[in-house]
């Protein structure tokens, strides 16, 4: 039967989980990127939400959920929402319509693509990203969704944990954010001027948002206004403020100062690290599991440089680190006194739960890894990847959209040392720098 109170806190989750896209993911990357980018980088959120609610009705939802084929996908049955209606299907929620957790689970097939585009942020083409997001989304997203989640999914047989997207969501995006950095190179500039965020204030309230709908995104995936969801929802407060602290602490250790850039990625970081483990620690264990994310995934962003990779918004040092680290850390901490459907981890009596987290977390590696570069490959005999020199150095706003975020594009000019004259009464007198 349905349950109007689990009803109510799944669709509230939905709406949480969306808004961490929209806007959250896009003022979280808007701002780290330059003024030239901003508008094309909040885009790639936003039209991502527009193409994926379509996909996922359309072919996705089946090929994630639908009835199992041979534990590696699912059937065509429900392509087209057909048979996903208003009545409860038992075999993933039994108390809230079936279209209720497929529009959950939807909010989260339209972030994780969306948390890629920052590998790739300000030099793809805007053809080229549309397509790889749609082939991204229903030849690696959907099938790796129904190996974890679905039922008959390999993945899940073998007894893995994974209850809000470690695997599914983190380290999928962060392996394929890798590869992306790989193939599409360095920007033009990088190393030869400084690339500086354009707008921290827009980056902090994208992290607030993202803070707060994660709520949504691990709570919520208890499937019901329960204790379970009480406990997952202290989770992952706990380790997002531990995160915050230590990658701080780590910062002015290491450089003499913390900064409000530091204390919003070490929260991301250990929202995601917590995130597999969410609904099967208690609150000292998150607290472990956040300060570990924020001290590695802190010093994973400063490899960087040292590597040669650009990785222009450290979704590798942050999605992908913390989300190895939440996976491999659910099967130490998992305690069936949390959660009796999960398992006991390594320091409650069961060092195989390790082991099964490792393999699911090489096979996400490599599916993901793989699966990108011959999307990738196939995207460039087709549209292309790369923009033109040229129109990188113009940005992408211009290049791509024919329009410009801010009237004089201080962020345009302020990491090249060129300054600008704006029209007007006052063109005279004044000189932005």
């Not at 959120?45 to 939802?61: C, D, M, N, R």
């Not at 942020?121 to 990203?129: I, L, Q, V």
């Not at 190895?324 to 060092?351: E, H, Q, R, Y």
Request: some cysteine.
């Amino acid at each position: 039967m349905i349950d109007t109170g689990d009803t109510g806190w799944v669709l509230i989750s939905s709406a949480l989980v969306l808004m961490m896209t929209i806007p959250g993911l896009a003022f979280f990357y808007g701002g780290m990127v330059r003024g030239k980018n901003v508008l094309g980088t909040v885009l790639q959120s936003f039209i991502i939400t527009a193409l994926i609610s379509i996909q996922w009705i359309v072919i996705g939802y089946t090929l994630a959920f639908g009835p199992d084929i041979n534990g590696l996908i699912g059937s065509l049955d429900w392509i087209g929402f057909n048979q996903v209606g208003q009545t409860p299907n038992a075999d993933y929620a039994a108390t809230i319509p079936h279209q209720a957790f497929a529009i959950f689970q939807l909010t989260f097939a339209i972030i994780t693509p969306a948390l890629i585009t920052g590998a790739f942020a300000e030099r793809m083409k805007f053809s080229g990203f549309l397509l790889f997001t749609l082939l991204w989304a229903t030849l690696i997203y959907d099938p790796l969704c129904h190996w974890v989640w679905g039922v008959g999914g390999w993945i899940r047989n073998t007894g893995a944990l994974d209850f809000a997207g470690g695997t599914v969501v983190h380290i999928s995006s962060g392996a394929s954010a890798l590869v992306c950095a790989l193939v599409m190179g360095r920007r033009v500039d990088y190393g030869r001027v400084p690339i500086i965020p354009h707008n921290l204030p827009f980056t902090v309230l994208g992290a607030s948002l993202l803070w707060v709908g994660w709520f949504g995104f691990n709570a919520g995936s208890a499937l019901g206004a329960n204790g379970l969801a009480a406990s997952a929802f202290l989770a992952t407060n706990t380790a997002a403020a531990a995160a915050a602290l230590l990658w701080s602490l780590a910062e002015w250790v290491s450089r003499g100062k913390p900064t409000m850039l530091g204390a919003a990625s070490g929260a991301v970081a250990g929202l995601v690290a917590v995130t597999p483990g969410s609904g099967f620690v208690g609150p000292m264990s998150a607290m472990v599991i956040g300060a570990v994310a924020g001290v590695i995934c802190y010093a994973a962003c400063n490899v960087k440089a040292k590597l040669g990779y650009d990785d222009s918004l450290d979704v590798v040092g942050v999605h992908f680190v913390g989300g190895v680290w939440g996976a491999l850390a659910t099967g130490l901490f998992a305690s069936k006194a949390i959660n009796p459907a999960g398992n006991d981890g390594l320091f409650f009596g069961n060092p195989g739960l390790v082991v099964t987290q490792l393999v699911a977390v090489l096979a996400t590696i490599a599916f993901a890894g793989i699966g990108t570069l011959v999307i990738l490959m196939i995207v460039k005999a087709i549209f292309g990847l790369r923009l033109t020199p040229e129109d990188e150095m113009l940005g992408l706003d211009l290049s791509q959209h024919s329009e410009s975020a801010y009237e004089f594009g201080l962020g345009d000019f302020e990491t090249s040392g060129m300054s600008v004259k704006p029209s007007g009464s006052d063109a005279g007198t004044k000189t932005r720098h």
